[in-house]
């Protein structure tokens, strides 16, 4: 069975966080089609939120986390770890 490391954690938690971060997102819905990159935007409440980015200019750090532990992406990141070997 395949194993994850912690290298390959790393990689893929940069990755999702480049996706995911910024006023103009990759996860961002497109305001033409209104579809998203990302698999888990339909479950996700990031967008019916005031924007992001200005919000955690105007938060505390531990409101900016607690909101963001929200999105479904932050809830699967929690689940991986050097462990982990496949995702159910």
């Given at each position: 069975m395949?194993?994850?490391y912690e290298d390959e954690i790393l990689l893929l938690w940069?990755?999702?966080v480049r996706f995911r971060s910024g006023g103009k997102a990759a996860c961002a819905p497109d305001p033409r089609t209104g579809g998203s990159a990302c698999p888990l935007s339909g479950?996700?409440?990031r967008w019916a939120e005031p924007d992001?980015?200005?919000l955690s200019f105007?938060?505390?750090v531990e409101q900016t986390e607690t909101r963001r532990s929200a999105w479904?992406?932050?809830r699967l990141l929690e689940l991986l770890g050097?462990?982990?070997t496949r995702i159910n």
């Open positions: 395949a194993r994850v940069r990755a999702l479950a996700c409440p992001d980015e200005q105007e938060e505390t479904p992406c932050s050097p462990d982990t």
